[in-house]
């Protein structure tokens, strides 16, 4: 409910504060009325309806234009000069404008005139778009003609290095790298493409890197691999170890309990009494 209140105190609000705005707009919509509608002389009328005098606010002015506009006129708003700021009593330090009304035709001919307007809106549009898509078609063309005439190049700079080089002509169409779809014509058979020394050893260049890469990318996955393998080995030999050395040193210990014990007869024979030995209490 408040909304529309306050959406009621908005557009009422409004049609007050452009009433008199209006009522100066329907003075010169008569005025030109008076006119003769045969008179083309006559039109286009231009007149200043609305003085610096008068303030708008910015929604004033954009509902103002618009009934305007709906009218087949224009509007035309241009800063007050000092004068006219002087003169109009305005004290307020922001800007002050001046508002004319250009009448193109006789008001009664205005609905067609708009209408008009608007098919030759409608037909500069579609002229345009039409325009944007014939030269994005172009382009197109342009594009595809471009990728077609490098690819075409590279092919002829390919098969002239590995007639010069003449070896290694199944790693070279290994390391090929696949070019984009693009569409062939017939009369690239008969185009004449001049494959220079700079394009040879580019391309020679580019062989060389794609194979030294290649050999470093092999011996770090060799490496790796072997690498892998030497831990597990590793792994597996010291887990041996340590099982030997644990059997090992089990059996250390029980030889010298077993001596201990050898030891502790003979002692206790000999004194015909028993010892008492750490491992006892």
Known sequence: MATMISVWIVVHGLTSQMQPYVGLFDEFLKECRELDANDKSAFPVTKEVVGASCHLTSACYTSFRKRVMEKGCKVKRREATPAERSASGDTRRGKLYVISIVCPVHPSKAADAK????LATAARKKKAA?????KAEKEQKEREDRERMAKLQREKVRERYLSIVGEGKDDELKHKQPSPDVKKSTLDTFVNVNVTSEALLQHAKSVHDKSTFDISNSIREEERSLLTELRKKHAKEEDEL??????????LIDNAITKYDEIKAKIEKECN???VSPSDK
């Open 130 to 134: 039409e325009a944007a898509q014939r």
């Open 115 to 118: 209408a008009k307007a608007e």
């Open 273 to 275: 009494k028993k010892v």
């Open 242 to 251: 340590r099982s030997k050395m644990r059997l090992k040193q089990s059996g």
